[in-house]
């Protein structure tokens, strides 16, 4: 079956840097695009970034643009996020997702981000 498992989160000080990881089993991962999405306490899943299936092209948040880049490497199926200059308003669970179609069709089981003040 498909699995995506993050790694990588953790509590991190303001301004400080993390890289979240995300492997892939059981797709064929070089076919999918790829998505970063956060959840913050209260609130609603978010688009973070995205990925397409070769790597050529990559979209962010207008609030985490400059700040965080996606990337991938297909031969470790594995997407990754870099995440620098850090901020409180980042603190989530961060979920990677495989794209279907035009909307995420696989999950994983998301990773907690905590940035203190």
């Known amino acids: 079956q498909v699995q995506l498992v993050e790694s990588g989160g953790g509590l991190v000080q303001a301004g400080g840097s993390l890289r979240l990881s995300c492997a892939a089993s059981g797709l064929t991962f070089g076919s999918y695009p790829m998505d970063w999405f956060r959840q913050a306490p209260g609130k609603e899943r978010e688009f973070v970034a995205g990925i397409s299936n070769s790597g050529g092209s990559t979209y962010y948040a207008d609030s985490v643009k400059g700040r965080f880049t996606i990337s991938r490497d297909n031969t470790k199926n594995t997407v990754y996020l870099q995440m620098n200059s850090l901020k409180p308003e980042d603190t989530a669970v961060y979920y990677c997702?495989?794209?279907?179609?035009?909307?995420?069709?696989?999950w994983g089981q998301g990773t907690q981000v905590t940035v203190s003040s």
């Open positions: 997702a495989a794209v279907g179609g035009t909307a995420p069709a696989y």
